[in-house]
T-cell receptor, first 113, second 114 residues
Framework: QQQVKQSPQSLIVQKGGISIINCAYENTAFDYFPWYQQFPGKGPALLIA?????SEKKEGRFTISFNKSAKQFSLHIMDSQPGDSATYFCAASKQTGANNLFFGTGTRLTVIP | GAGVSQSPRYKVAKRGQDVALRCDPISGHVSLFWYQQALGQGPEFLTYFQNEAQLDKSGLPSDRFFAERPEGSVSTLKIQRTQQEDSAVYLC????????????FGEGSRLTVL
């Protein structure tokens, strides 16, 4: 059973456009929501993360929006660049005990020049 | 380098062979995780260590999978009698003590079972 559901599966955006990826979760015990970026042949790397006490977090061109009541969160990439082309995974974990991450199925983003 | 190191990067095994995958975490990282990533999918949790103690192995798909971290540093994931469905990238990640959140991943070991 997928604990974190992610959409879309793939996304094509023009350079300079906004990329939006959405995720939803069911387990209300989750209290940490990171986004990971993965390039081909590499391991995932943390991009940005949010905890449920805030509704939005922005780091440069990357913003997470978090809706606790709807159990949804999304990643917005502003001014998308060809170098942003990668697979993006949302994830969730519980910070008590083991902090193993439950990942979404990924979104392959392609930014065309 | 200072990152998580995994070896081998690529492994081809015949069905029925045993394989061993190694992970060398970032120095000082207490927590170590193994994940399995099938082609086109997100990583799926296999097992978790805190120092040498294996605290959660609920994600191991069968008793053919075994992981150890005897001295609380390097870890080995062993798969016995490999099957074609074991073909995947096996990712190792480490982190500081709980509550920091971030997992640091290695580049993975790609296993292909023929």
């Amino acid at each position: 059973q997928q604990q974190v559901k992610q959409s879309p599966q793939s996304l094509i955006v023009q350079k300079g456009g906004i990329s939006i990826i959405n995720c939803a979760y069911e387990n209300t015990a989750f209290d940490y929501f990171p986004w990971y970026q993965q390039f081909p042949g590499k391991g995932p790397a943390l991009l940005i993360a949010i905890r449920p006490d805030v509704s939005e977090k922005k780091e440069g061109r990357f913003t997470i929006s978090f809706n606790k009541s709807a159990k949804q969160f999304s990643l917005h990439i502003m001014d998308s660049q060809p170098g942003d082309s990668a697979t993006y995974f949302c994830a969730a974990s519980k910070q008590t005990g083991a902090n193993n991450l439950f990942f979404g199925t990924g979104t392959r983003l392609t930014v065309i020049p | 380098g200072a990152g998580v190191s995994q070896s081998p990067r690529y492994k081809v095994a015949k069905r029925g062979q045993d394989v061993a995958l190694r992970c060398d975490p970032i120095s000082g990282h207490v927590s170590l995780f193994w994940y399995q990533q099938a082609l086109g999918q997100g990583p799926e949790f296999l097992t978790y260590f805190q120092n040498e103690a294996q605290l959660d192995k609920s994600g191991l798909p069968s008793d053919r999978f075994f992981a150890e971290r005897p001295e609380g540093s390097v870890s080995t994931l062993k798969i016995q009698r490999t099957q074609q469905e074991d073909s995947a990238v096996y990712l190792c990640a480490s982190s500081l003590p709980p509550n920091t959140g971030e997992l640091f991943f290695g580049e993975g070991s790609r296993l292909t079972v023929l």
